[in-house]
Nanobody, 125 residues
Framework: QVQLVESGGGLVQAGDSLRLSCAAS????????MGWFRQAPGTEREFVAF????????DYLDSVKGRFTISRDNAKNTVYLQMNSLKPEDTAVYYC??????????????????WGQGTQVTISS
């Protein structure tokens, strides 16, 4: 089992920045690719960002490219999502997830086995 705990959400104004963190425990962190997802009220959960277990490959939802940056610190078993130039449409509950690294880096091939409880991000206009 892998336990994931997100933190760093909050209420900010449009144009501000937030950094989300997701701390993992339970199994070796480097066995897992990591992702961030979000879900706004009345919508389906959507992919936001992906990072390979080694940290040398990332992928993003088009609407966050250039504003969000995913990173990981394998020594701290933590993945981050730096969010800049936030917009009201970024408002959602943000979740981190873990997929075994054996699935490679193709996003549609990932099997997201573990999920955190989510952290609320609210952007006011």
């Amino acid at each position: 089992q892998v336990q994931l705990v997100e933190s760093g959400g909050g209420l900010v104004q449009a144009g501000d920045s937030l950094r989300l963190s997701c701390a993992a425990s339970g199994r070796p962190f480097t066995r897992y690719n990591m992702g961030w997802f979000r879900q706004a009220p009345g919508t389906e959960r959507e992919f936001v960002a992906f990072i390979k277990w080694s940290g040398d490959f990332t992928d993003y939802l088009d609407s966050v490219k250039g504003r969000f940056t995913i990173s990981r610190d394998n020594a701290k078993n933590t993945v981050y999502l730096q969010m800049n130039s936030l917009k009201p449409e970024d408002t959602a509950v943000y979740y981190c997830a873990a997929a075994p690294s054996t699935y490679g880096v193709i996003l549609k091939n990932q099997v997201w086995e573990y999920w955190g409880q989510g952290t609320q991000v609210t952007i006011s206009s």
